[in-house]
């Protein structure tokens, strides 16, 4: 797993307006904190942060913090990360300090490979947890759990059980919950035509209750 680099330095002012200045300066503020970790309010140059982004799977990603002034490094990973409603650029970010040789529980995304035979024949695939909860050492967080469904046939699915997972990396699920499933193209027409029935039903009802209304004698 690559272990990328990152270079911040402390702050002491904090509210919306020394953090508009940062912004403005082309710096984004984060806070740094963890299990045995005091919090740290830092600025991170937003170029600093750009081959990060552009790695992709950012929460996935193990760094390398450097701050300016503090000796020692630290291993940290994003744990949240605010941005503007409009422009989506990047408003604060919460980085979380780990400890190399202790598990964390972190959200990986699932992607499928193949053709499925049922989806060849006009089966629906219907992808259920589009992200799974994974537990393992910091270093080895896949960047993505891949499933092959090739061999999926309509009515078939892929539950949890059935993930067949690199190195010691767990979900920590009591459940065998359902990932994914090849579904019917009849199950999706059945649920359109109830749809469109229950609309035509719930009209009307509506049609009723106004010549109903329509019939009332006017007040005299």
Do not use: W
Request: proline share 6%; aromatic share 2%.
């Amino acid at each position: 797993m690559e272990i990328m680099n990152l270079k911040a330095s402390q702050r002491e002012a904090v509210g919306n307006g020394p953090s508009r200045v940062l912004r403005r300066d082309g710096r984004i503020p984060a806070i740094l904190y963890g299990p045995k970790t005091e919090p740290i309010k830092l600025a991170i140059d937003r170029l600093e942060l750009e081959p990060i982004f552009k790695s992709g799977a950012v929460a996935q990603k193990l760094l390398r913090l450097e701050i300016e002034g503090v000796d020692s490094v630290r291993n940290v990973m994003i744990k949240e990360m605010q941005k503007h409603p409009v422009s989506r650029s990047v408003l604060h970010l919460d980085l979380y300090e780990v400890s190399m040789d202790q598990k964390i529980k972190v959200m990986v995304p699932v992607v499928t490979t193949g053709k499925s035979v049922g989806v060849e024949v006009g089966g629906m695939l219907q992808i259920i947890r589009r992200e799974l909860e994974v537990f393992c050492l910091p270093d080895q967080v896949p960047e993505n759990i891949t499933i092959d469904i090739t061999d999926l046939e309509i009515g078939d699915s892929f539950h949890v059980e059935d993930l067949s997972l690199e190195g010691v990396v767990e979900i920590p699920s009591d459940v065998n919950f359902t990932i994914l499933t090849i579904s019917s193209p009849m199950a999706e027409e059945e649920e359109e035509v109830e749809e469109v029935e229950g609309e035509e039903i719930e009209g009307e009802e509506e049609g009723e209750e106004g010549a109903e209304a329509s019939e009332e004698p006017a007040p005299q």
